[in-house]
């Protein structure tokens, strides 16, 4: 069995021969430049980088397609950079790099001091009201955008028949830019004070959303690489460690309708695909919610949140929901737990999410730079033993 038939087995909740594995599939699925070559490092592999640029603001990398192979990833990713040309587009003085994403908000990372890029200004932050400004919101220019992109699906498609390939989306999700593009205690205060503006800067990204998946579709289905795509990867965090970011019935009016647009959109121009969401927290009431407008698949996972115990979830929602990722607490046991610890984590969660497939081995969430090797190592030596069906 290959990856390819192995995770399309698996996402149609039947058992294939062992647990599929994601690494890079998606930039929530992936790993940190550091962790990645100190893992590397340490069982004396190549530490070569496919693509250093993935996403840099998460410092997240793409590894050699040799390590992929090496490391039995099932997944290959396709899509476009967080920040597209990201070497010309960086602007560095001294120790101090900063850049600017695709719609306008500026981030900044300090060798030797952050781990991360932070975010250090909003496009619309200091406007009076956020109905009011939307007309100053930075635009791509798409020409020139998706001319890049189908540069690199061009690149990415390269080798990818015996693999499941995930189109992984270019920016943050609804809720998440918004934040971003007007500042979070502004845009909170917004959902209050101004939600017809709320929804009007939904609108927007809602569009360009879809105009991303189009390119990507056009290219496909103009080059007959359509079928090499079996899943379709979108985001927005809408949980907090105990609740929602916002109340659930808002959730429900403003922002799910709206996800159900872009899953309806891309599932009628591709009806093979299945959906995956990423969204931390604390998300198991809006669940019912999310798989009416047409999520297949769930990530991370967040089992440490409030609500989302793992026999609980399988139970509730594993005859329609693929779980992606969960492996292991990328919160406490990943990076702070004994290798055994990891190990034993590990069995556990197979044990709860593995029977009846739905179940695609990933931690929660990318592995962090605070990894050891040795608990990188726990994690994947366990999921080769023990996830076999």
Same mark, same amino acid.
Request: glycine content about 8%; some cysteine.
């Given at each position: 069995?290959?990856?390819?038939?192995?995770?399309?087995?698996?996402?149609?909740?039947?058992?294939?021969?062992?647990?599929?594995?994601?690494?890079?599939?998606?930039?929530?699925?992936?790993?940190?430049?550091?962790?990645?070559?100190?893992?590397?490092?340490?069982?004396?592999?190549?530490?070569?980088?496919?693509?250093?640029?993935?996403?840099?603001?998460?410092?997240?990398?793409?590894?050699?397609?040799?390590?992929?192979?090496?490391?039995?990833?099932?997944?290959?990713?396709?899509?476009?950079?967080?920040?597209?040309?990201?070497?010309?587009?960086?602007?560095?003085?001294?120790?101090?790099?900063?850049?600017?994403?695709?719609?306008?908000?500026?981030?900044?990372?300090?060798?030797?001091?952050?781990?991360?890029?932070?975010?250090?200004?909003?496009?619309?932050?200091?406007?009076?009201?956020?109905?009011?400004?939307?007309?100053?919101?930075?635009?791509?220019? #798409? /020409?020139?955008? @998706?001319?890049?992109?189908?540069?690199?699906?061009? =690149? !990415?498609? %390269?080798?990818?028949?015996?693999? $499941?390939?995930?189109?992984?989306?270019?920016?943050?999700?609804?809720?998440?830019?918004?934040?971003?593009?007007?500042?979070?205690?502004?845009?909170?205060?917004?959902?209050?004070?101004?939600?017809?503006?709320?929804?009007?800067?939904?609108?927007?990204?809602?569009?360009?959303?879809?105009?991303? #998946? /189009?390119?990507? @579709?056009?290219?496909?289905?103009?080059?007959?690489? =359509? !079928?090499? %795509?079996?899943?379709?990867?979108? $985001?927005?965090?809408?949980?907090?460690?105990?609740?929602?970011?916002?109340?659930?019935?808002?959730?429900?009016?403003?922002?799910?309708?709206?996800?159900?647009?872009?899953?309806?959109?891309?599932?009628?121009?591709?009806?093979?695909?299945?959906?995956?969401?990423?969204?931390?927290?604390?998300?198991?009431?809006?669940?019912?919610?999310?798989?009416?407008?047409?999520?297949?698949?769930?990530?991370?996972?967040?089992?440490?949140?409030?609500?989302?115990?793992?026999?609980?979830?399988?139970?509730?929602?594993?005859?329609?929901?693929?779980?992606?990722?969960?492996?292991?607490?990328?919160?406490?046991?990943?990076?702070?737990?004994?290798?055994?610890?990891?190990?034993?984590?590990?069995?556990?969660?197979?044990?709860?999410?593995?029977?009846?497939?739905?179940?695609?081995?990933?931690?929660?969430?990318?592995?962090?730079?605070?990894?050891?090797?040795?608990?990188?190592?726990?994690?994947?030596?366990?999921?080769?033993?023990?996830?076999?069906?």
């Amino acid at each position: 069995m290959n990856s390819r038939e192995r995770i399309i087995k698996s996402i149609n909740h039947q058992e294939p021969d062992r647990v599929p594995y994601d690494l890079a599939g998606t930039t929530v699925t992936a790993i940190t430049k550091n962790a990645y070559l100190r893992a590397m490092q340490y069982r004396g592999l190549p530490c070569d980088i496919g693509d250093d640029e993935i996403d840099p603001i998460q410092q997240i990398i793409t590894p050699s397609e040799e390590n992929l192979r090496f490391l039995k990833s099932d997944t290959r990713r396709l899509g476009a950079k967080r920040i597209s040309d990201y070497q010309n587009a960086k602007r560095v003085s001294g120790n101090i790099i900063e850049v600017t994403d695709f719609y306008g908000c500026d981030w900044r990372y300090e060798k030797g001091k952050d781990i991360y890029f932070n975010l250090i200004s909003s496009p619309i932050g200091n406007a009076d009201s956020l109905f009011g400004s939307l007309h100053l919101l930075p635009r791509p220019d #798409w /020409d020139s955008y @998706i001319s890049v992109l189908r540069k690199y699906l061009d =690149e !990415q498609i %390269i080798g990818i028949e015996d693999f $499941c390939g995930i189109a992984d989306r270019n920016t943050a999700g609804l809720t998440e830019n918004s934040l971003r593009i007007r500042g979070y205690e502004n845009w909170f205060m917004d959902t209050m004070l101004d939600p017809a503006g709320v929804e009007a800067l939904f609108d927007i990204i809602v569009e360009d959303k879809i105009r991303y #998946w /189009d390119a990507i @579709i056009d290219w496909a289905i103009e080059t007959g690489n =359509e !079928q090499k %795509i079996q899943v379709v990867s979108e $985001c927005d965090d809408l949980g907090s460690q105990s609740t929602t970011i916002i109340d659930p019935e808002t959730l429900r009016q403003m922002v799910i309708p709206r996800f159900k647009t872009i899953f309806s959109h891309v599932k009628k121009r591709l009806p093979h695909v299945k959906i995956f969401m990423h969204s931390c927290g604390a998300i198991r009431e809006i669940l019912p919610d999310l798989i009416d407008a047409g999520l297949d698949i769930l990530n991370p996972v967040q089992f440490s949140a409030a609500g989302m115990d793992l026999v609980g979830l399988k139970r509730d929602f594993g005859d329609v929901l693929t779980f992606w990722g969960g492996g292991v607490d990328t919160q406490s046991t990943l990076n702070n737990g004994s290798p055994q610890q990891v190990a034993d984590e590990v069995k556990r969660i197979i044990d709860i999410l593995a029977p009846g497939g739905g179940f695609v081995f990933a931690p929660v969430h990318n592995v962090q730079d605070d990894v050891s090797p040795e608990n990188f190592w726990a994690m994947w030596d366990t999921l080769q033993q023990y996830g076999k069906y």
